[in-house]
Nanobody, 121 residues
Framework: EVRLVESGGGLVQPGGSLKLSCATS????????MSWVRQAPGKGLEPVSS????????YYADSVKGRFTISRDNAKNTLYLQLNSLKTEDTAMYYC??????????????RGQGTEVTVSS
């Protein structure tokens, strides 16, 4: 059974930083591309960042480029997202998902329960 468990979210002031983690199990993590996607209140799922299985290729949404960094540790079966220079519009539930998404996020994509990020002063 595929299991994805996100952590690291919280309340942070604009300009602050957070590091999200996604611990995985139940599949061969090192063989799959992975993504972070988010859903803001009242909006649909949107891709944030993706990384190929070996970390050799990454994607960032224009809205987070230069502020967020995706990484993975295949030895630990864990995906990360470093969030810097956070803005109020980054407020959302963040999910890790199996797959490489640079456009729409299919509803069938395997993802975890999410970790909430709130950016507010």
């Amino acid at each position: 059974e595929v299991r994805l468990v996100e952590s690291g979210g919280g309340l942070v002031q604009p300009g602050g930083s957070l590091k999200l983690s996604c611990a995985t199990s139940g599949f061969t993590f090192s063989g799959f591309p992975m993504s972070w996607v988010r859903q803001a209140p009242g909006k649909g799922l949107e891709p944030v960042s993706s990384i190929h299985y070996n970390g050799g290729s990454t994607y960032y949404a224009d809205s987070v480029k230069g502020r967020f960094t995706i990484s993975r540790d295949n030895a630990k079966n864990t995906l990360y997202l470093q969030l810097n220079s956070l803005k109020t519009e980054d407020t959302a539930m963040y999910y890790c998902a199996v797959g490489y998404f640079d456009d729409a996020v299919p509803s069938s994509a395997a993802r975890g329960q999410g970790t909430e990020v709130t950016v507010s002063s």
